[in-house]
């Protein structure tokens, strides 16, 4: 999705495999990036079945307990709830620590990294004013972002972030807004609403991937 992005921290742009000034102190007396963020930190199909393997909840009690949704240009994706007058996560616990750290979501995992998308591929950048904890240690974007086959969550994050472009391309050209809506409710009930099963996640949100893009080239040859 686009995000105002500061040209200056786009200087510097990295692979998993590069070192980046992130580490800041396990986060010691911090909380800033877990409050006030309104609907930004949005999920991916693999950050809520993450969410629902580590907390044994389907979709509808994710979105009871924690999650709301929000259109981001055009397509409808489920965000954390931030709740009170702070702000804050609904899974910021009373110490102000995560309390779902091992199924946080993939933002939460790359921040204040960011992610730069250029000709097909993305690399990782740093968000300068995002976190003001000073100083920083430099960390391997790999273990900073502490995910299982990094290299396969990669490649989904990529076709991910394809299949979201292609939406918003057919949107362009949905004159009554039908098809948009159709596609949201698809989306909403193809990647979220049906479990992973057993099987690997990264092999099932391809297969969707391909469903759903299969779809989308139908409805492009009709509009
Ligand atoms: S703003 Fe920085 S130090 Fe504070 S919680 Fe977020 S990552 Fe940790
Ligand atoms: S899920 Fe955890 S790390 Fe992410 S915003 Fe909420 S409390 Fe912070």
């Not at 409710?185 to 949100?205: K, M, S, T």
């Amino acid at each position: 999705m686009k995000r105002e992005v500061l040209q200056s921290d786009l200087e510097k742009l990295y692979t998993a495999g590069d070192m980046a000034k992130v580490g800041c102190r396990g986060c010691a007396g911090c909380w800033d990036c877990c409050q006030g963020m309104g609907g930004s930190v949005l999920l991916d199909p693999l950050d809520v079945w993450r969410l629902e393997k580590g907390l044994e909840k389907d979709f509808p009690a994710l979105m009871q307990l924690c999650l709301e949704l929000g259109a981001v240009d055009g397509v409808v994706l489920p965000h954390l709830r931030m709740e009170g007058g702070e702000e804050r996560c609904v899974f910021l616990n009373a110490e102000n620590r995560c309390a779902v750290h091992a199924h946080r979501p993939g933002f939460c995992r790359m921040f204040p990294l960011g992610r730069y998308y250029q000709n097909g591929s993305f690399r990782y950048f740093l968000q300068h004013q995002e976190c003001r904890m000073e100083p920083k240690t430099k960390v391997k974007v790999e273990k900073w972002l502490d995910m299982p086959n990094l290299k396969r969550y990669e490649a989904c994050i990529l076709k991910w972030h394809d299949l979201l472009e292609q939406m918003q391309d057919i949107f362009s050209s949905d004159e009554d807004g039908q098809l948009s809506k159709d596609l949201n409710v698809y989306l909403l009930e193809h990647f979220y609403a049906q479990p992973c099963d057993e099987r690997d996640c990264y092999e099932q949100f391809e297969e969707r991937v391909e469903q759903m893009e299969k779809l989308m080239r139908i409805c492009a040859k009709n509009t």
